[in-house]
């Protein structure tokens, strides 16, 4: 694999909530967000959605309503 398609981080990686989802990634890309609980996922869940084949799909990483 090309160092180009590394990603290293050296810091704290920092999310924001969203009002609302981000668009649909592009063709093998992912995004990832906090929610405030006006789009997918309740306030404070981290969410992630990815584009592979065709077809978006996304999913909780961190539930923050769970409790624990």
Do not use: C
């Not at 990832?32 to 999913?59: E, F, H, L, P």
Request: net charge negative; aromatic share 8%.
């Amino acid at each position: 694999m090309s160092n180009r398609n590394r990603w290293t981080f050296g810091q704290i990686l920092r999310l924001k909530e969203r009002a609302s989802d981000p668009p649909d990634p592009p063709e093998g890309e992912t995004v990832i967000w906090m929610s405030n609980g006006t789009g997918t996922g309740d306030d404070g869940d981290v969410i992630i959605k990815g584009q592979a084949g065709g077809s978006v799909k996304y999913a909780t990483l961190f539930d923050h309503s769970s409790g624990s």
